[in-house]
């Protein structure tokens, strides 16, 4: 970990723990992360992950948590050619949004932000285009979430 500052390393944990049942106290952290990670639990466990991470957040906390976008067609593809092979990431279960959207609700997490790594074109001529709607078929998204108390 020659990334971090000594004295900040010192002051984390590290915990190997199942997502879909976290080794921690109900409310117990205000900030939880998730990236590109739930989407590889097979037989649709992110939802049960995701339903672990509302768990033990705090109420007014927040979550950051991306997956694999199944909007994004060419990606999907991919994806699945690359399991049928045997790849290195093993299972990866491409998300609609729509399907995140209501696990994130049903969990009381409410969505504040969404973004996507969709690009158009590496060339820099066109950089300046915006076409706001293509923000939703990135390969990866991912919304930042705040638990709310119901």
């Known amino acids: 970990m020659e990334e971090l500052h000594p004295e900040l390393f010192k002051k984390m944990d590290f915990v190997a723990t199942d997502a879909k049942?976290?080794?921690f106290s109900d409310a117990s952290f205000?900030?939880?992360l998730a990236m590109s990670s739930l989407e590889h639990i097979p037989d649709g466990g992110w939802r049960t992950a995701i339903k672990e991470i509302s768990?033990?957040?705090t109420p007014g906390g927040y979550a950051v948590i991306t997956m694999s976008n199944k909007l994004n067609f060419i990606y999907y593809l991919w994806s699945?050619?690359?399991q049928?092979?045997?790849c290195a990431f093993g299972f990866?279960?491409?998300i609609y949004l729509w399907d995140l959207w209501?696990?994130?609700r049903k969990e009381n997490l409410v969505p504040v932000?969404?973004?996507s790594n969709f690009w158009l074109t590496p060339s820099i001529w066109l950089k300046w285009l915006e076409f706001p709607f293509l923000k939703y078929f990135g390969p990866r998204m991912g919304f930042l979430v705040r638990k709310i108390k119901r």
């Open 113 to 115: 932000k969404f973004a």
């Open 92 to 94: 990866e279960e491409c």
């Open 102 to 104: 209501a696990v994130l």
């Open 80 to 82: 699945k050619i690359q």
């Open 84 to 86: 049928r092979k045997g």
């Open 55 to 57: 768990r033990v957040l």
């Open 21 to 23: 049942s976290l080794k």
């Open 30 to 32: 205000n900030l939880v």
